[in-house]
């Protein structure tokens, strides 16, 4: 015997996310559905984004007795804020995240033959969603939000939002040096122009 299973410190049934699996029963297929608001745990983030703290997430678990333990399979919704990856603006948004958890029973197979953090174990009569739900959540993160799919970002030359700028908008409008050069250039290069070349800068 692992002397960590021994030392396990005992699930407090009040914690929002603990549930007691004789509520289930221990006859296969038995199951148990709960919907439930759960406050958020804290440190659900990532740099551009996080489930705000203070927060509330919506649970909707089915608790389903199997041979070898309880499964559950859970669907949260939390709230999302954010900063845009693309134009840097706050958003909001609400993130789905299923989770399908098996909590073995001590002394089932599956206790013998796997470990702690491969498979999760029943604690005593209880089991704790949280460490699923924390890993599920903190994966399902988007690592390059955006404020919506298709924003456009800013324009890296000015910093305005292309959504606030005309479609010609550039700065290919160059130091008064250049555009000097460039007009000795221009006559020459105007007619041998074969290439199709953008010339951003030359009125219509
Ligand atoms: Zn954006
Ligand atoms: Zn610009």
């Not at 499964?71 to 989770?99: K, N, Y």
């Not at 908008?169 to 007009?183: F, G, N």
Request: aromatic share 4%.
């Amino acid at each position: 015997m692992p002397e960590n299973r021994k030392t396990q410190e005992r699930l407090d049934p009040r914690k929002p996310l603990v549930f007691d699996a004789r509520e289930v029963g221990r006859r296969p297929g038995s199951m148990k559905r709960l919907r439930r608001p759960v406050p958020v745990p804290e440190g659900l983030a990532l740099d551009l984004v996080r489930v705000p703290a203070g927060t509330t997430l919506d649970l909707d678990v089915r608790l389903e007795s199997v041979l070898e333990g309880v499964l559950a399979s859970s669907t949260v919704t939390v709230p999302l804020e954010g900063e845009c990856g693309r134009c840097l603006e706050s958003f909001q948004d609400t993130l789905v995240v299923d989770i399908q958890e098996l909590y073995a029973y001590p002394d089932s197979e599956t206790d013998d033959t796997t470990d702690e953090d491969e498979v999760s174990r029943l604690q005593g009569d209880f089991l704790d969603l949280e460490p699923a739900l924390r890993d599920a959540v903190v994966l399902a993160l988007p690592t390059n939000p955006l404020c919506r799919d298709d924003c456009p970002g800013m324009c890296p030359d000015c910093g305005v939002h292309w959504d606030d700028l005309p479609p010609e908008h550039s700065h290919d409008v160059t130091d008064p040096r250049w555009a000097a050069l460039q007009s000795l250039q221009e006559p020459a290069s105007e007619s041998t122009d074969a290439f199709g070349a953008h010339r951003g800068s030359q009125p219509n």
